[in-house]
Structure formats: C-alpha cells, structure tokens
C-alpha cells in the first residue's frame, strides 16, 4: 500500500550544527510534499512545502530536498538551534486532482538539540 | 486570525460516555479534517470535510465515531459510547487548498 516513512526515528545533534531528516515514499503520483514540526503538547506546525515540479525549495533556515527518481524527501535545518527540538513529520499528497484532499503522513522524527 | 480552534483541549471521561470535541477552521478555509494521534499508531486522518460536505470517512474507526460540519464555520467529533482504547489526541486541522492547518488538539483520557 502507499506509505510514507522516515528512515530516522530518532535525531541527536548539537547546537549550531546542521541537521538533516530524512523521509521516504511509495507513492510516485504523489505531487505536493510538506514538512511539519510538532512541539510537546502542540499541533503539528507547518515548516515548508514543495511541489514535484521542483526539487529544491529554501526557507528561512530550513531546506527541503526532493528526489523523485529513489522517491526521497529530506528536510535540512542550518544552525540547529535549542527551539528545533521537535517531532518532524513529512506528509505526501497523493492526488493531485484533490488539491485539498488527505495528507499521508510519516511516522516522524525526534529531533534533539544538545547545547 | 486566531488559527483553528479545538475545545475543549483536555477531557477526562468515563467508559460509555459521550464525547464531543469541536472546531472552528480558519476562516475562508474549504477543507476540515480530524485526526486522530497516538504513540502507537502515529498521526491518523479520521475523517475530511470539503465545504461542510464529508468526502472521505474511512479513517473512521468504527460507528460509534460521527462527525458532522453544519456550516463553514464549526464541525464536531462525536464518539458514544466512548472506550478507554479512544484515548488519544484529537487533531483538527483547515486547509484552503494543500497545506493544512492544524489547531493545538484536544488531549482525550477515557477511564
């Protein structure tokens, strides 16, 4: 079936390194990718978003790296910092017809930043 | 604008009683989706609504589990009678189009 997963459940790195989370996915129809960040006792936030027709997409410090050839999706964070501790989730839209329709989450990703 | 807002955002209930959680999306948003969050199985889509109309329902998990949208500007997640495996963390979330919107949740405990 369609699944999307993370390669990583859990990331450890120190302060002011570079932090890279990685996601993969089944389905090759999917056409709109998002990351999301989800704090303790939070909702999942929106990070950034890309679309199949691109494979690369900048944002105030984070990065989002897609690969459609090996259906691979990654999310690069510059300078982590204290407040990046968080579960990251990356979510696939399988149905470009439904431009509103369900998000098919991954499993996440425990991201902790050591000071 | 406020974002999307769940209530209440903890309820602590007991087996058999009814339960009722409530949304109201960001305004102008066409899409309402409920999710359902746990350790054990991640972050589950229940059920989507496009202008109050539901359009996917099979992520609800069984009947005892409705949901309704009477306008664009409020929906609820009704369970009856509520189990203590329904104890999770209820997600609603807006979307106008792709990127959704979630609220802060509502933290269920069914004793």
């Known amino acids: 079936g369609e699944s999307v997963g993370l390669h990583l459940p859990t990331l450890s790195v120190q302060e002011g390194d570079n932090s890279i989370i990685n996601c993969a996915y089944s389905n090759s129809a999917s056409d709109y990718f998002i990351w999301y960040k989800q704090e303790s006792g939070k909702g999942p936030q929106f990070i950034i978003d890309?679309?199949?027709?691109?494979d690369k997409r900048q944002g105030q410090r984070v990065t989002v790296l897609l690969n459609k050839t090996v259906k691979h999706l990654s999310l690069q964070i510059a300078a982590t910092q204290p407040g990046d501790s968080a579960v990251y989730f990356c979510?696939?839209?399988?149905?470009?017809?439904?431009?509103?329709?369900?998000?098919?989450f991954g499993q996440g990703t425990e991201l902790s930043v050591k000071p | 604008d406020a974002g999307v807002i769940q209530s209440p955002r903890h309820e602590v209930t007991e087996m058999g009683q009814e339960v009722t959680l409530r949304c109201k999306p960001i305004?102008?948003?066409?899409?309402l989706f409920w999710y359902r969050q746990t350790m054990m199985r991640g972050l589950e889509l229940l059920i989507y609504?496009?202008?109050?109309?539901?359009?996917?329902d099979s992520g609800m998990p069984e009947d005892r589990f409705s949901a309704k949208m009477p306008n664009a500007s409020f929906s609820t997640l009704k369970i009856q009678p509520s189990e203590p495996r329904d104890s999770a963390v209820y997600f609603c979330?807006?979307?106008?189009?792709?990127?959704?919107?979630f609220g802060p949740g509502t933290r269920l405990l069914v004793l």
């Open positions: 979510a696939e839209r399988g149905n470009s017809w439904d431009q509103g329709g369900k998000l098919i």
């Open positions: 305004s102008g948003h066409d899409y």
């Open positions: 890309i679309r199949s027709n691109m």
């Open positions: 609504f496009n202008n109050n109309v539901p359009i996917d």
């Open positions: 979330a807006s979307s106008p189009r792709g990127t959704q919107y």
